[in-house]
């Protein structure tokens, strides 16, 4: 194929990339409405489930046809076929959905986990240092206002229907607040024998330091303003708990990380929140 043809080939793919987003970002709110309505057992007419349904058809066989046309082009490459399933994905699927996919996924899992008194990636020999302490009382005093909040709309609202609705919308959101906190008392930091340095917060952010990028590090109690993860012009990294962060990691050399919604960024010195700052420093100086 000349190299005219081949580019206008990639040209299409990319249009039809694009289009596929945008039937998906325009489709998904209103079919997750539905979905709500349909759970809180609020009938819509008939016309408009035949609409819904319809344009669903059509914006999945588009999606199919783009993936196809994608995993075609992945395997003429040379590519295996799950690396090519895989690129398909990646180039269709907005790296921000895919990682909120994932921290619902994982998050419920941790649901689970916490309840059978289980940590994620800890060893044995392995140091966890939890970071929860400064956002407890905050996650669950949430969870009360949201427990008030459902039963006071179960008698303010007089109407079945939107009673229904805000039902599972309330008991959603009371799930992901315990699912949230689950992720973060079984994901905590860890320290290995070896003086690698994990560095997490739940299912949003995992950042593994080795040992030979570790200049210095010393307890800093620090109360810097910003997200959960705010990255300065001059390369200082806060992950920040609660309003603070407890340990100060000086690097050797700029540390690439990635962002809770899949942006990147480098790092040359680390600050972030351990419930016990002095053990986790302690065994980061003295790693067996």
């Not at 994990?198 to 109360?223: K, M, Q």
């Not at 997200?227 to 609660?242: K, M, N």
Request: hydrophobic content about 50%; aromatic content about 6%; some cysteine.
């Amino acid at each position: 194929m000349s190299d005219g043809g081949a580019r206008e080939q990639a040209r299409e793919r990319a249009r039809g990339v694009r289009a596929a987003r945008i039937a998906v970002a325009a489709v998904l709110p209103g079919e997750l409405a539905l979905a709500v309505c349909l759970v809180a057992g609020v009938r819509p007419p008939g016309w408009a489930l035949a609409g819904a349904e319809i344009l669903v058809l059509a914006v999945l066989l588009l999606e199919a046809w783009v993936l196809y046309s994608l995993y075609a082009a992945a395997l003429a490459r040379g590519e295996d076929r799950g690396a090519a399933r895989r690129s398909a994905l990646r180039q269709v699927v907005p790296v921000a959905v895919r990682r909120l996919l994932v921290h619902e996924l994982r998050s419920a899992g941790s649901l689970g986990r916490w309840a059978l008194r289980r940590k994620h990636g800890v060893r044995p020999g392995d140091l966890a240092g939890a970071y929860t302490g400064p956002q407890t009382a905050m996650m669950y005093g949430l969870l009360f206002v949201s427990v008030i909040e459902t039963v006071a709309l179960a008698f303010l609202i007089p109407w079945p229907a939107v009673h229904r609705v805000m039902l599972v919308l309330d008991l959603y959101g009371i799930v992901a607040v315990l699912a949230l906190h689950a992720a973060c008392v079984t994901r905590p930091h860890v320290v290995s024998p070896d003086g690698s340095l994990r560095i997490r917060y739940g299912a949003l952010f995992d950042l593994a330091v080795p040992p030979d990028a570790v200049a210095s590090v010393r307890v800093d109690r620090r109360y810097p303003e910003g997200r959960l993860v705010t990255l300065s012009e001059d390369g200082v990294l806060d992950l920040i708990v609660g309003s603070q962060t407890t340990v100060t990691v000086e690097l050797n050399r700029p540390l690439p990380f990635t962002r809770p919604l899949g942006g990147r960024g480098e790092a040359r010195t680390i600050r972030f929140h351990a419930d016990d700052p002095r053990a986790l420093v302690g065994a980061l100086r003295q790693p067996a």
